[in-house]
């Protein structure tokens, strides 16, 4: 039997979670430290992973299939594919650096419950986060559905409370305001993503209905799906397949989140910390594109198809408004929430051009989004945390006091308008590019964003960094060596992939391949006229 490392990798974080929920109350500085080394034994094992995985292998590889609930044809099935493996890596790249930036945001819980010893918020603080990671990386291994929904449902739970019970203390109304706002925020984001999951269970039932009709026997299995679709035992109806997709795509976009339905976003990454808005948009809203990729064009591609130009359409909507919502803000998080509703509609439509540069262009898009938002909103804590106000009205002139937090947030800043020469500009272009070839008007419409995306990023660091110091950030502090460890590597990475974007694009291409001919789908041949 071969050693379980994918088992082991998503196992690593939710060991973690409950050893560092049962260190005792007075040991706060020590559920700091467990809870940072799991983390960073999670990312040893997501490098062993990717080292051992082969781009030019099998699809899913290091795989496990044990019998879970026989009688309903669920299996615990885990496998690694080239998209996957990269968004797993993202996962545990980025947590160890949430950890870190959130090291002192459960101190002011702390004083709330000093009278109380039996609450223990750092411990439960940075349980949660760890139990988020865990099971974000079972979901981009699930080759199950039904093994895939239940931790995409799960992870909703400790997400909540990291939004509703540890949330941003600078708010401009004070403390009892902000706590209602938290609390708002915290159920909106539960109970739309509770909508979407409700949906995708029924879906999921269906599925499992109509394999146990064609097949004699009910599966969730993507393999045994995709080989009984191949060999031709499994013929889906056109309607009762676009239903099912329907299913899952809903509970996919308000996870990506894609408008109309991502009002949810700016209000949970407005009122969480810093370092949990990152791993909302950053990691865990990855899920609902990646998911589109692995389940709605693996399992639905005729109603993928079907569905193509509603989508594209979508997308291009959640483009152009979240990057006009985000001209328009006054509120740094909310303007960064904003961006990163624009940035997932470029995702989207990058899957749904159905191109080989589509769907690259997606995949490194999840991956560069997730660094470069890391980055702007990280700093933007720090920034945030030194003033206490989220108002941008609020600063001005802070590069003259502390010019090293003003640079890397205009690095980041850079990174999310999708710069040449930073990672983002790579996946930007290879969207664009591959969603002209095919669609040429919704490439052109998709373009306009980049100009909004200038827009919103240079006024926002115009406004808070340069121009008179004003009196309020008179006396603030540059970056910190903790904060300095927090950015310095993510930025160093922004550089190396977007001058050598090729360790990834090698991994990210055969499994693009093995997408494309799930949908039936070839590039489209240039439309150049040869020369005579």
């Given at each position: 039997m071969s050693f379980p490392l994918l088992t082991v990798t998503a196992a690593v974080p939710a060991v973690g979670a409950i050893a560092t929920a049962a260190v005792p109350a007075a040991r706060r500085t020590a559920a700091k430290w467990l809870a940072l080394a799991a983390s960073l034994l999670t990312l040893v094992l997501a490098a062993v992973v990717l080292v051992r995985f082969d781009p030019g292998g099998d699809r899913y590889q290091l795989t496990e299939s044990h019998a879970w609930i026989s009688d309903f044809g669920v299996r615990y099935e885990?496998?690694?594919?080239?998209?996957?493996?990269?968004?797993?890596?993202?996962?545990?790249?980025?947590?160890?650096?949430?950890?870190?930036?959130?090291?002192?945001?459960?101190?002011?819980?702390?004083?709330?419950?000093?009278?109380?010893?039996?609450?223990?918020?750092?411990?439960?603080?940075?349980?949660?986060?760890?139990?988020?990671?865990?099971?974000?990386?079972?979901?981009?291994?699930?080759?199950?559905?039904?093994?895939?929904?239940?931790?995409?449902?799960?992870?909703?739970?400790?997400?909540?409370?990291?939004?509703?019970?540890?949330?941003?203390?600078?708010?401009?109304?004070?403390?009892?305001?902000?706590?209602?706002?938290?609390?708002?925020?915290?159920?909106?984001?539960?109970?739309?993503?509770?909508?979407?999951?409700?949906?995708?269970?029924?879906?999921?039932?269906?599925?499992?209905?109509?394999?146990?009709?064609?097949?004699?026997?009910?599966?969730?299995?993507?393999?045994?799906?995709?080989?009984?679709?191949?060999?031709?035992?499994?013929?889906?109806?056109?309607?009762?397949?676009?239903?099912?997709?329907?299913?899952?795509?809903?509970?996919?976009?308000?996870?990506?989140?894609?408008?109309?339905?991502?009002?949810?976003?700016?209000?949970?990454?407005?009122?969480?910390?810093?370092?949990?808005?990152?791993?909302?948009?950053?990691?865990?809203?990855?899920?609902?594109?990646?998911?589109?990729?692995?389940?709605?064009?693996?399992?639905?591609?005729?109603?993928?198809?079907?569905a193509t130009p509603v989508v594209i359409v979508l997308a291009l909507v959640s483009i152009i408004y979240g990057a006009l919502l985000a001209v328009g803000q006054r509120d740094i998080k909310r303007l960064i929430a904003y961006a990163s509703i624009s940035h997932f509609g470029f995702i989207v439509l990058g899957v749904f051009a159905m191109t080989s540069q589509g769907h690259s262009g997606a995949t490194l898009y999840m991956v560069n989004h997730g660094i470069s938002t890391a980055v702007l909103m990280l700093v933007a804590g720090f920034l945030i945390s030194r003033r206490g106000s989220r108002l941008i009205a609020d600063y001005g002139g802070v590069q003259k006091v502390a010019p090293v937090l003003a640079g890397t947030f205009l690095v980041g800043g850079l990174a999310t308008l999708s710069l040449p020469g930073l990672a983002p500009f790579v996946s930007e272009f290879l969207v664009l590019v591959g969603t002209f070839s095919r669609y040429p008007a919704a490439g052109v419409v998709a373009t306009v964003a980049i100009v909004l995306a200038a827009l919103y990023v240079l006024v926002l660091y115009q406004r808070t960094m340069t121009g008179e110091v004003k009196d309020s950030v008179k006396h603030m502090p540059d970056l910190r060596p903790r904060e300095l460890a927090v950015v310095t590597p993510l930025i160093a990475l922004l550089i190396l992939l977007g001058v050598f974007p090729k360790p990834l694009t090698e991994i990210v291409n055969p499994a693009v391949e093995h997408t494309l001919s799930d949908v039936e789908k070839h590039d489209p041949a240039p439309d150049v006229e040869a020369a005579k």
């Open positions: 885990l496998g690694v594919d080239g998209i996957g493996a990269v968004l797993m890596a993202l996962t545990a790249l980025l947590i160890p650096f949430v950890i870190l930036a959130g090291w002192h945001d459960p101190d002011a819980a702390e004083e709330r419950a000093a009278s109380d010893r039996r609450w223990r918020p750092t411990q439960g603080f940075f349980a949660l986060i760890l139990a988020v990671e865990a099971m974000v990386i079972i979901s981009f291994l699930a080759t199950d559905v039904f093994l895939f929904y239940i931790f995409f449902e799960a992870m909703l739970i400790p997400l909540y409370f990291l939004i509703g019970g540890f949330g941003d203390r600078a708010h401009s109304q004070g403390e009892e305001e902000g706590s209602r706002q938290r609390s708002y925020a915290a159920v909106k984001f539960l109970l739309y993503n509770l909508a979407g999951g409700l949906i995708m269970l029924a879906a999921v039932i269906g599925l499992y209905a109509v394999t146990a009709d064609q097949l004699g026997e009910g599966t969730f299995s993507l393999q045994a799906i995709a080989d009984a679709r191949a060999a031709g035992e499994l013929d889906m109806a056109t309607n009762t397949e676009r239903l099912l997709f329907l299913g899952f795509f809903f509970a996919f976009a308000i996870k990506a989140p894609l408008w109309p339905l991502h009002t949810w976003l700016p209000n949970a990454m407005g009122e969480s910390t810093a370092p949990v808005a990152v791993l909302i948009t950053a990691v865990v809203d990855k899920v609902g594109t990646f998911a589109m990729l692995r389940f709605c064009l693996g399992l639905f591609p005729g109603a993928s198809e079907w």
